[in-house]
């Protein structure tokens, strides 16, 4: 079969290939500890599972119109309250999760031959997404020594003949969050070039210690005009399975976008739409948030020092999203059994096959010293693993 050329330079995401083998590992008996997931290991509150319900019992199984959705407003409504982003509801776009309102904005924004700038370690389908239109990934690297941030001067050397900027705070797979002020110069570097800035925002809610949240878009008043901000809701509600996420911008981009999507997928999900509603409207949201950030809090900071104390393995503490991204270079060229770990790919191989521990390879993210690990599950998984690793690594 000969498939399209723009789909043969696409790669599959690594981390749901890391995750499908170690649930089919465990379907056929092996205790693996999962360190992959991306998703929160917990139930969708119930009142957003309710709202759902009712909808689906009043009959809200129809076809949504593309601007028409009280949700639109709902996020506008956000927006200005949390944000300080002032956007009519015509500005905001409802997708089948942030993944798709990001791969949406690039099918509307990339021609073929466009560059765009991915600061790396990078969440693993920014590339692929930017291949896909046609567009050529350029990496700016900002290893461990500068904290996994980019600098201003970094987007200024080379924004030119550049399109767009991806920016991810906090981030998949670093668990950074830039401060306001970081931002402020990245914004103040961004408003000196023509660039046009992808702000993914989807971990904004979960973030830790004295870490303060902004919005891109809020840096400055010439901003709006040149962002689109991602969110969606899978992350800070638990609603990976729902498929709700959004982007808000520039009216002609996100009319643009909504071109795409009415050949593409119509709107997402009726009732799963009044789902965020809810989630977005009800004052049972902020304690819901608040309690499983708190314990997201709690585990960060305990796979953190765990990790640090391990022979060999260096880990900045995350202060956003729910991942660690500890390096572990310190260990390549070692050999287990047949194996000798020469990089991240084989190092997650190791753990995987001979100690039942899925982690991802930062290779995937564009940092091949470090792994990801994914503190969405329980403290005794987290503790059974890393006693593992331990093991592995003693
Ligand atoms: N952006 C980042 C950085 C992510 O990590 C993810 C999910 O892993 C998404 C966007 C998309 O999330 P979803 O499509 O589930 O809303």
Same mark, same amino acid.
């Given at each position: 079969m000969k498939l399209s050329q723009r789909i043969n330079a696409v790669a599959p995401s690594a981390?749901? @290939?890391?995750t499908a083998k170690a649930k089919q590992?465990?379907? =056929?008996?092996?205790d693996v500890v999962s360190f992959g997931a991306g998703e929160p290991d917990f139930d969708t509150p119930q009142f957003i599972k309710d709202a759902a319900i009712e909808a689906l019992q009043a009959g809200d199984t129809k076809y949504i119109p593309h601007c028409g959705a009280a949700l639109n407003q709902a996020i506008a409504d956000k927006l200005a309250r949390e944000n300080g982003l002032h956007v009519t509801p015509q500005q905001v776009i409802v997708t089948f999760g942030g993944k798709h309102a990001i791969y949406a904005a690039c099918q509307a924004?990339? =021609?073929p031959g466009d560059k765009v700038l991915i600061p790396a370690p990078y969440w693993t389908s920014y590339p692929e997404m930017v291949r896909l239109a046609g567009g050529e990934p350029v990496i700016l690297s900002a290893g461990r020594e500068q904290n996994f941030k980019i600098t201003p001067q970094q987007v200024l050397d080379a924004a030119k003949g550049a399109k767009i900027l991806i920016l991810n705070s906090p981030?998949?797979?670093t668990g950074m969050t830039y401060t306001p002020e970081e931002l402020s110069a990245i914004a103040e570097a961004v408003l000196q070039t023509d660039l046009m800035v992808f702000s993914d925002e989807i971990y904004e809610k979960l973030i830790?210690?004295?870490?303060? #949240?902004?919005?891109f878009a809020s840096r400055d008043e010439k901003l709006p005009e040149r962002t689109v901000t991602f969110n969606g809701l899978a992350k800070t509600f638990s609603m990976t399975g729902w498929r709700i996420g959004w982007a808000a911008g520039p009216l002609d981009v996100i009319k643009a976008m909504g071109k795409l999507k009415s050949h593409e997928t119509t709107n997402p999900v009726s009732f799963a739409q009044a789902g965020a509603l809810a989630a977005y409207t009800s004052p049972a949201a902020a304690d819901a948030v608040e309690a499983m950030r708190e314990e #997201? @809090?709690?585990?960060g900071i305990h796979m953190t020092a765990r990790l640090n104390a391990i022979n060999g393995v260096e880990c900045v503490q995350p202060t956003g999203a729910f991942y660690c991204f500890p390096d572990?270079? @310190?260990h390549f060229g070692r050999s287990f059994g047949e194996l000798e770990v020469t990089d991240s790919l084989t190092f997650a191989k190791v753990a995987l096959e001979q100690f039942d521990v899925a982690i991802v390879p930062g290779v995937a993210f564009g940092d091949d010293k470090c792994i990801r690990l994914s503190f969405a599950t329980s403290m005794e998984q987290i503790d059974k693993g890393l006693d593992r690793l331990e093991k592995m690594l003693g």
């Open positions: 981390t749901i @290939a890391i590992m465990q379907a =056929d008996g092996a924004m990339i =021609d981030s998949n797979p830790y210690g004295e870490t303060r #949240f902004v919005s #997201f @809090a709690r585990r572990i270079s @310190a």
